[in-house]
């Protein structure tokens, strides 16, 4: 496989991978980024198509950056929303426990 077809399938499994929200796929790619780049350069001057394709790998990468933080700002927000309503949680669990005709022991 070439070197840009090589970057483009980098990028393309950033890209996927940020847009199903698979973070697992996700942290293993960005993991394996500096690897597999230090590998395909192997000393060789990069090309200009493929410092294009490096470019694309980079918005990829920023594309995929900007879902996580999408993603973390959502769950923080819903934490922050289970903290504000936790004496109602609580309240609420305690008056299920407390409630004589529940028929579970």
Do not use: C, F
Not at 1 to 25: F, S
Not at 27 to 55: C, F, I, N, Q, S
Not at 88 to 102: F, I, K, P, R, V
């Amino acid at each position: 496989m070439d070197r840009t077809r090589a970057i483009d399938e980098l990028g393309k499994v950033l890209l996927d991978a940020g847009a199903r929200a698979d973070w697992a796929l996700l942290g293993r790619a960005v993991g394996e980024l500096a690897p597999r780049l230090r590998a395909l350069a192997g000393g060789r001057p990069w090309t200009d198509a493929e410092r294009a394709a490096l470019e694309q790998l980079r918005g990829a990468h920023a594309t995929a950056a900007q879902a996580v933080a999408a993603a973390s700002a959502q769950l923080q927000a819903r934490m922050d929303e289970m903290l504000a309503n936790k004496e109602g949680w609580m309240a609420y669990a305690l008056a299920d426990d407390n409630d004589t005709g529940s028929t579970q022991r």
